[in-house]
């Protein structure tokens, strides 16, 4: 089995900052990719961060020049740095991880974590 747990999360101040993690364990023979998505309340999921295994990224607009993702391969974590917090960053945020296992076969399967809340309020 292949379990992913972000952390991190929690109540911050417009303007300030959090770094939230993903971290990865179980059946892993390597990890091709991981994103964080958020999901505010009523509003569908979106992509926040991206990052490929050759260290490539992307960021969705709203969030560029603020949130920085990056990763540890030796911890199987990946981290979101987020500054500059603004309101409307208040969601629920997810890790999504493309991961190859090795038990009981080699195959490549997605998996999400159960997400971590993060509000920003004054």
């Known amino acids: 089995q292949v379990q992913l747990v972000e952390s991190g999360g929690g109540l911050v101040q417009p303007g300030g900052s959090l770094r939230l993690s993903c971290a990865a364990s179980?059946?892993?023979?390597?990890?091709?990719?991981t994103d964080w998505y958020r999901q505010a309340p009523g509003k569908r999921r979106e992509l926040v961060a991206a990052?490929?295994?050759?260290?490539?990224?992307n960021y969705a607009d709203s969030v560029k020049g603020r949130f920085t993702i990056s990763t540890d391969n030796a911890k199987n974590t990946v981290y979101l740095q987020m500054n500059s917090l603004k309101p409307e960053d208040t969601a629920v945020y997810y890790c999504?991880?493309?991961?190859?296992?090795?038990?009981?076969?080699?195959?490549?399967?997605?998996?999400w974590g159960p997400g971590t809340q993060v509000t920003v309020s004054s």
């Open positions: 999504n991880a493309i991961i190859i296992t090795n038990w009981p076969r080699k195959a490549s399967y997605s998996y």
């Open positions: 990052i490929t295994s050759g260290g490539g990224t």
């Open positions: 179980g059946n892993i023979f390597s990890i091709n990719a």
